[in-house]
């Protein structure tokens, strides 16, 4: 089998639904298996993949057990020759699964391949990475990123200066869509199950390049990524995950010793967000109130402090 598409849901049943379907529309030349891993939906998502497409494998999980573990799961049970980790808030298009299938064949060098994602407005959606580093986290929560290094791609995390008009080596490619070699994965290992969600998607790219594969942007390929679709958590929640999962990040590739630095400057951060927001300094947003801002940065730096409190705050966030 040429390609096994592998897709994790969490109360997502209309999107997961109309995100079969468009694989079906649009993989019509290719010879694929899909894998639905459920996290525990409560909306009827099982009932209707057992009633919509009861070809598809199932997985029913009784639990959250996160986007890393589930997508490891249907890893373990695929057949093909290459996996792609499709979110579910995804619409296929124009053959993209085919032509990124087609790339990925043409470049064996490859480990893993991101495509051109769209917003539902068809807007690019930029979707390009460098690591993570000290310097490019001081800039980015600095701001420094839309001022003075705004047209500098070596200090930013996010490329979001490039038109992602062209074939591209990159760091690392967001894993809404993220086909992958079997063969690589073979070598570098499965995604780590330590990333309940976020920043797996860079652990695993991270891996791959240091053993000396490439990560492809390939523009040929367009797909439609709706976003934040699959979790009810609030965004101060989100960010909070993201912060454990950058830190959980830097403690693995780069040492202890550079992840303490990290949390010691993200508390900084926090506190210097404490006191702008108590006297004004900063615009907190219409929705946020000056108390909800409070909350959520002392949440960030118990988390901070106290790693281990991230594991209590996972089963309050949702994939």
């Known amino acids: 089998m040429a390609l096994s598409i592998i897709i994790v849901n969490w109360n997502t049943k209309q999107l997961l639904h109309n995100c079969l379907r468009s694989i079906y529309e649009n993989a019509k030349n290719i010879d694929f298996e899909i894998i639905v891993v459920d996290n525990a939906s409560s ?5 209707m993949v057992k009633s919509e497409f009861p070809y598809i494998k199932l997985i029913e999980n009784q639990q959250n ?28 298009i124009d053959g993209a699964i085919e032509r990124t299938l087609d790339f990925m064949e043409k470049h064996p060098e490859s480990g893993a391949v991101g495509c051109r994602l769209l917003n539902s407005d068809r807007s ?23 001022t003075i290094f705004h047209n500098n791609e070596n200090v930013q995390t996010l490329l979001k200066n490039w038109t992602h008009d062209e074939v591209r080596v990159v760091d ?3 894993g809404a869509f993220l086909m992958m070699s079997k063969k ?3 070598d570098v290992g ?7 969600m976020y920043a797996e998607e860079a652990d695993i790219c991270y891996r791959l390049k240091h053993a000396g594969w490439k990560i492809y942007f390939f523009p040929g390929a367009e797909v439609i990524h709706l976003g934040k679709q699959s979790s009810k958590s609030t965004e101060g929640e989100r960010e ?16 202890s010793f550079y992840a303490l630095i990290y949390k010691m400057l993200s508390v900084i951060l926090s506190l210097l ?7 004004g300094f900063i615009d907190i947003g219409k929705s946020t109130s000056i108390k909800q801002e409070l909350k959520k940065q002392l949440l960030r730096i118990k988390v901070i402090v106290r790693l281990e409190e991230a594991s209590n705050l996972r089963k309050r966030l949702l994939v």
């Open 43 to 47: 909306d009827g998502s099982v009932e």
């Open 65 to 92: 057990l996160g986007f890393a573990t589930a997508n490891n799961q249907a890893i373990r049970q695929s057949c093909g020759s290459y996996i792609l980790l499709l979110n579910s808030d995804t619409i296929i």
């Open 124 to 146: 690019l959606q930029h979707s390009c990475y460098n690591f993570g580093s000290l310097a490019r986290a001081i800039i980015f929560n600095l701001k420094l990123d839309k």
């Open 172 to 174: 690392y490619v967001r």
């Open 184 to 186: 690589a994965l073979d």
């Open 190 to 196: 499965l995604l780590d199950e330590k990333f309940f």
């Open 240 to 255: 909070i995950q993201q912060l454990v999962s950058r830190i959980l990040f830097f403690r693995k590739q780069y040492g």
């Open 273 to 279: 967000r404490i006191i702008s927001s108590l006297w």
